[in-house]
């Protein structure tokens, strides 16, 4: 789950992770009382979107006046912000969030995350922050430095050395960045983040480290830990076809494709997916039914694939193990008869009951092209679409 800037920022706070003093409008009756209680004398008005590249984008004004702040940020209110993040269809801006400006003496990147091959927290670092980082992790990838946290010694003093080393701090600011490694560490743990991403961390004119941005996604998994960090969520934020697939506890991202799929297995989805583009088609989704579902979630499904319209064909690629390939087929005709399906639909049983659930299937009166195995599945659907 991602949050907002500004909400990063007030957690951020709780951890004495410094950070510049700003206030966020929800709506543009609330932009002029907004700029209002910010100091100056520089105004950073900033969109405030689940997408990075907001600089290049038009989505960050710097400004030197309360009039040009709230000039600014009333032509920002409401626009369709497009940036490398967000496709060629952007994000609408539906909050701002003004904050002092800094001056910047340096620009720095930090961010830390969770590294699968270790198992371990790491903290990435460079000296060269700012709008092209990834540009220089492109072409001059031994200006980023990786940092593995031992999980059993914390953040210890030779992390903070190679740290300081890599974003070549002086000898006199290594205790600032030792406060600041050590609580994002802890901030990181305690609240289950899978990413933070500081760019720029700056230096000032007065040698103060200060974060100037903050993204940070949490791990879906352990929200049921931290209902304050699930009351942050900004349902505007994020793609309505995967919150309505949350609901029904189905694992769901949308693709750009024409092909909807829907799998048992996360690693038979992928390898659904796979073989489709082998064939020459393009899927329009990843969907996880889960090992246990039931002829109510299957519908479910059949209803979240159908409302994208984009999806030209159905392929259903089943295995039976824990799940029964009769109960799969029973969904199936059930969503079929329901919705009215009109798009071609193939399906691939195996498994557990796989002659009940052929028989369902034969039986229901609906066209369906049946499937001797996923190479076989992948052809027809392909071909049909």
Not at 195 to 220: G, S
Not at 231 to 241: A, F, T, V
């Amino acid at each position: 789950m991602n949050i907002h800037e500004y909400q990063a920022k007030e957690i951020f706070k709780e951890y004495n992770i410094p950070v510049s003093t700003g206030s966020v409008a929800f709506s543009a009756d609330e932009i002029e009382s907004t700029v209002n209680k910010v100091a100056g004398p520089t105004w950073v008005v900033k969109a405030q979107i689940h997408a990075g590249g907001r600089g290049k984008g038009g989505g960050v004004k710097v400004v030197f006046s309360i009039e040009d702040a709230i000039a600014e940020a009333k032509k920002m209110f409401g626009m369709t912000l497009i940036t490398p993040q967000t496709g060629p269809e952007g994000k609408l801006v539906q909050r701002l969030y003004i904050e002092n400006g800094s001056d910047i003496k340096k620009e720095l990147y930090l961010s830390c995350l969770v590294d699968r091959s270790t198992s371990k927290i790491a903290f990435i670092v460079s000296k060269m922050g700012g709008m092209d980082i990834e540009k220089v992790a492109e072409e001059t990838p031994e200006e980023i430095t990786t940092v593995f946290i031992e999980p059993s010694h914390g953040v210890t003093d030779d992390n903070i050395s190679t740290i300081a080393n890599a974003l070549g701090l002086s000898n006199s600011m290594v205790g600032q960045l030792d406060g600041l490694i050590k609580n994002l560490y802890k901030f990181f743990e305690e609240k289950d983040a899978s990413l933070l991403e500081i760019n720029p961390l700056i230096i000032t004119n007065e040698d103060k480290l200060i974060c100037l941005d903050a993204k940070v996604d949490f791990d879906d998994n352990a929200l049921y830990r931290h209902p304050e960090i699930e009351e942050l969520r900004d349902p505007n934020e994020e793609d309505k076809y995967e919150l309505e697939a949350a609901k029904h506890d189905l694992a769901y991202i949308k693709l750009d494709g024409s092909i909807g799929c829907m799998v048992n297995g996360a690693g038979l989805a992928m390898a659904s997916l796979d073989i489709i583009k082998l064939y020459g088609g393009e899927p329009a989704n990843f969907l996880d039914v889960g090992g246990g579902a039931s002829k109510e979630k299957v519908t479910s499904a059949f209803k979240i694939i159908l409302s994208d319209p984009g999806v030209k064909g159905i392929l259903v690629n089943i295995f039976g193990g824990i799940m029964r390939c009769d109960i799969i087929a029973d969904g199936i005709v059930a969503a079929a008869k329901e919705l009215n399906i009109t798009v071609p639909l193939v399906v691939r049983l195996e498994g557990t009951n796989v002659q009940e659930g052929k028989d369902i299937l034969n039986n229901s009166g609906i066209d369906i092209v049946s499937a001797a195995d996923l190479d076989d599945a992948a052809k027809k659907i392909v071909e049909l679409v």
